[in-house]
């Protein structure tokens, strides 16, 4: 089992910054890739930043790349995405989640694709 667990969310101005912090506990060797995804006001979930564990690839939506940087601290167990620049319609819910290796190939913007799921962290910006 993995457990996750995010911190991190807030209030913040429109183009201020935060950072969330993914802590993930468990069978953490068993891991391959981590997500990031959110979920807005009256919006389906959709998928923001992924990286795979061992080697820390990266992926983003285009509606982030560039203001968004996903990455990980292997020996603190820890995901971390850093937002800047952020604007009203990041306001969301943001979960991690995180997957062990895939049968198939790394479909990291589905969400079926992950089998651990944190919380959730509440982030609202304000314009």
């Not at 891991?31 to 919006?43: C, E, T, V």
């Not at 620049?85 to 190939?105: H, I, N, Q």
């Amino acid at each position: 089992q993995v457990q996750l667990v995010e911190s991190g969310g807030g209030l913040v101005q429109a183009g201020g910054s935060l950072r969330l912090a993914c802590a993930v506990s468990g069978r953490t060797a068993s891991l391959w890739g981590m997500g990031w995804f959110r979920q807005g006001p009256g919006k389906d979930r959709e998928f923001v930043a992924a990286i795979t564990w061992s080697r820390g690839s990266t992926y983003y939506a285009d509606s982030v790349k560039g203001r968004f940087t996903i990455s990980r601290d292997n020996a603190k167990n820890t995901v971390y995405l850093q937002m800047n620049s952020l604007k009203p319609e990041d306001t969301a819910v943001y979960s991690c989640a995180a997957t062990t290796p895939p049968s198939g190939g790394y479909y990291y913007r589905m969400p079926g694709t992950y089998g651990y799921w944190g919380q959730g962290t509440q982030v609202t910006v304000s314009s």
